[in-house]
């Protein structure tokens, strides 16, 4: 070991791992019986992925793909009604695993809808939450994820606006604010998920304090991708990796303090192995 290894400070991000969301959607499948399926990635993260399909557990991507002797897993993002109807129709038996914030967000959505709110949902338009909220709040539903979109939309009386749990918190002002130039009337929902804006706050404290963050988390995760930019935004170098054995540990050698961070579909496990490999024990 050299000595820039031994004088190494790695710190682990306090409540780290898994959101209670995520972790309740792994629970569920894992004391599901097999033969199961779920329906899209239960976690943005390879490892966890791999452990499902090692203990038989398929990921579907269409209801059309469930066999009817299968049990159906919906995890954390949720469904619109019209895929849970689908998933019904074809599935030995459902089991849903809607984090209950994000059912907070579809009631929000569908409460305005039909109370004759047009609801416009902050957010990405292709992100799997965001595609059940909307269907939960029905035909002519808008979708806009940042200001200068909320600015295009056609002028309206009045709005109902829904977030996506995961949105960021710092741009909700300017968001609001293009939305209220194009609407008389803005009822605001304000169903942002505080766990994930607490891990944006603790990632900032954080980065201040190191030389280098590596950020632990798959690639496709857009949670993971939002936890790097508040890095670089600290001005602290960043790593993303999606495991230990991805570290480019002669490139880390210049730095002796070093934060572990990760996403709420990141076991703390990943995070733990990573700050093992920095450490060199
Ligand atoms: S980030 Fe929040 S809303 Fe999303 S799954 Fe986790 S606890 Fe639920």
Redesign the pocket.
């Known amino acids: 070991m050299t000595d820039a290894k031994r004088c190494r400070q790695v710190t682990v991000m306090p409540d780290g791992g ?5 972790r309740g ?1 792994v629970d569920a499948v894992d004391d599901c019986p097999t033969p199961a399926a779920v329906l899209g990635e239960i976690a943005h993260n390879p490892t966890v992925m791999e452990d499902l399909r090692a203990r038989g557990v398929r990921v579907v991507y269409a209801p059309e793909e469930i066999r009817p002797e299968e049990t159906v897993i919906i995890r ?2 949720g469904i619109a009604p019209e895929v849970a109807h689908r998933l019904e129709s074809r599935a030995h038996r459902v089991i849903d695993a809607t ?4 059912r907070r ?1 579809q009631r929000a959505a569908r409460d305005a809808a039909e109370t004759g709110w047009p609801v416009v949902v902050v957010g990405r338009a292709d992100h799997p ?1 965001v595609e059940g909220v909307v269907g939960h709040a029905g035909p002519g539903t808008e979708v806009v994820s940042t200001a200068a979109a909320a600015r295009a939309l056609s002028p309206k009386q009045r709005r109902a606006v829904v977030f996506q ?2 949105f960021d918190p710092s741009l909700v002002e300017g968001v609001l604010q293009a939305l209220r130039e194009v609407t008389d009337r803005l009822w605001v929902r304000d169903t942002i ?4 804006a607490h891990r944006r706050e603790t990632v900032a404290r954080m980065a201040r304090e190191v030389d280098a963050v590596v950020v632990v988390g798959g690639a496709n995760s857009s ?1 993971t991708a939002a936890l790097a930019q508040v890095v670089k935004e600290a001005g602290t170098p960043v790593y993303c990796v999606e495991k230990a054995m991805e570290l480019p540990l002669p490139e880390l050698e210049r730095y002796t303090r070093f934060a572990v961070v990760g996403g ?2 990141t076991p703390l496990e990943s995070l733990q192995e990573v700050a093992r490999r920095i450490s060199g024990c």
């Open positions: 898994f959101c209670f969301g995520v959607a954390s993002h984090c209950p914030r994000v967000a939450e749990t995961t998920c505080t766990v994930v949670n709420t579909s």
